[in-house]
């Protein structure tokens, strides 16, 4: 079976094909068809099911490059496993944040999953391994409610323990030793805000972004509340944390239970949370797994090693 497909700009051919026809190529290997590029047409051959799948994959490649979306390799990959999973995701699922008009849409059901989940609970929980997402949509819901005014602030949080490092060892004042700790929640923000709007934010305190200890003795109205590496909170600390939501507000949790960096023997307090709270109505809670990763395709291939080392 053939069928053809006609382009909607000969101009922007090489960003839908890739460099070196790349996702041409990604499209034959992951579909098992054979793709044929003619000016603005392309001919696409094999079974009626994967020529399907091509003409539908091919379609959201253009969509995205037609929003003024750079298109990746693991952009392509994404479309093909949501294909595959049998009906296409929500598209009521997409975010609309500040930057350009950027929407940004789940890549995964468990993405899926986890926006539904923050916006129907006023507490959720977030726990998976790196790479799928729980930081950056957590963010992504907080800056399209503030755009749309439905809060009057933003939150974020972490605690500074990483890796056994204690803060009074690193160099700096106070400012200095905390950023790396909280450098992942800027990069997150820069990804959907104007820099300059975003420094206006902050130097308004629109948008806070500190160490878990300096939330204390606080309540939080009108603010989506972010505690990133939760996984690394003692269970005071974790009580404390939740113990801030004020009215009109929404709190989101999110870690890596398989990256703690406590001390041995101390157990989490955002573990001992999920296990207390997780049957409470208004309480959502959301597991992310290997499949729900993201980031380049190794760290998929990453995680599943490390996790069978574990269980030999």
Same mark, same amino acid.
């Given at each position: 079976?053939?069928?053809?497909?006609?382009?909607?700009?000969?101009?922007? !051919?090489?960003?839908?094909?890739?460099?070196?026809?790349?996702?041409?190529?990604?499209?034959?290997?992951?579909?098992?068809?054979?793709?044929?590029?003619?000016? &603005?047409?392309?001919?696409?051959?094999?079974?009626?099911?994967?020529? &399907?799948?091509?003409?539908?994959?091919?379609?959201?490649?253009?969509? *995205?490059? *037609?929003?003024?979306?750079?298109?990746?390799?693991?952009?392509?990959?994404?479309?093909?496993?949501?294909?595959?999973?049998?009906?296409?995701?929500?598209?009521?699922?997409?975010?609309?944040?500040?930057?350009?008009?950027?929407?940004?849409?789940? $890549?995964?059901?468990?993405?899926?999953?986890?926006?539904?989940?923050?916006?129907?609970?006023?507490?959720?929980?977030?726990?998976?391994?790196?790479?799928?997402?729980?930081?950056?949509?957590?963010?992504?819901?907080?800056?399209?409610?503030?755009?749309?005014? !439905?809060?009057?602030?933003?939150?974020?949080?972490?605690?500074?323990?990483?890796?056994?490092?204690?803060?009074?060892?690193?160099?700096?004042?106070?400012?200095?030793?905390?950023?790396?700790?909280?450098?992942?929640?800027?990069?997150?923000?820069?990804?959907?805000?104007?820099?300059?709007?975003?420094?206006?934010?902050?130097?308004?305190?629109?948008?806070?972004?500190?160490?878990?200890?300096?939330?204390?003795?606080?309540?939080?109205?009108?603010?989506?509340?972010?505690?990133?590496?939760?996984? &690394?909170? $003692?269970?005071?600390?974790?009580?404390?944390?939740?113990?801030?939501?004020?009215?009109?507000?929404?709190?989101?949790?999110?870690?890596?239970?398989? *990256?703690?960096?406590?001390?041995?023997?101390? +157990?989490?307090?955002?573990?001992?949370?999920?296990?207390?709270?997780?049957?409470?109505?208004?309480?959502?809670? #959301?597991?992310? &797994?290997?499949?729900?990763? #993201?980031?380049?395709?190794?760290? !998929?291939?990453?995680?599943?090693?490390?996790?069978? +080392?574990?269980? $030999?």
């Amino acid at each position: 079976m053939e069928t053809t497909i006609q382009l909607d700009s000969t101009d922007r !051919q090489l960003e839908l094909f890739g460099p070196g026809d790349k996702y041409l190529r990604i499209l034959r290997q992951k579909l098992g068809v054979q793709i044929t590029a003619r000016q &603005n047409k392309l001919t696409i051959t094999g079974n009626e099911k994967d020529i &399907n799948k091509a003409v539908d994959v091919v379609e959201k490649m253009q969509k *995205q490059i *037609q929003k003024g979306r750079p298109l990746t390799g693991e952009d392509v990959d994404a479309f093909i496993r949501r294909r595959d999973s049998g009906r296409p995701l929500d598209s009521t699922g997409a975010i609309a944040v500040f930057s350009h008009g950027k929407v940004i849409e789940p $890549s995964t059901r468990g993405q899926e999953k986890y926006i539904q989940t923050m916006t129907a609970n006023d507490l959720t929980f977030c726990i998976g391994p790196a790479g799928t997402g729980k930081t950056y949509l957590a963010v992504a819901i907080a800056v399209s409610m503030l755009k749309k005014r !439905q809060i009057r602030r933003i939150v974020l949080a972490r605690p500074a323990v990483e890796a056994g490092e204690k803060l009074g060892f690193l160099p700096g004042d106070l400012q200095a030793k905390v950023n790396p700790y909280l450098r992942p929640l800027f990069d997150a923000l820069e990804d959907m805000m104007d820099f300059t709007q975003m420094k206006k934010f902050m130097e308004l305190d629109i948008i806070e972004i500190i160490p878990l200890a300096f939330m204390r003795g606080r309540t939080l109205n009108e603010a989506v509340i972010i505690c990133d590496e939760a996984q &690394n909170t $003692s269970a005071l600390q974790m009580l404390m944390v939740l113990t801030r939501l004020g009215h009109g507000s929404k709190m989101i949790i999110t870690g890596d239970i398989t *990256q703690i960096d406590l001390e041995r023997g101390q +157990k989490s307090g955002m573990v001992e949370a999920i296990e207390t709270l997780r049957r409470i109505k208004g309480i959502g809670c #959301v597991e992310l &797994n290997r499949t729900d990763i #993201v980031r380049h395709k190794l760290v !998929q291939k990453i995680v599943q090693a490390y996790k069978k +080392k574990t269980k $030999s």
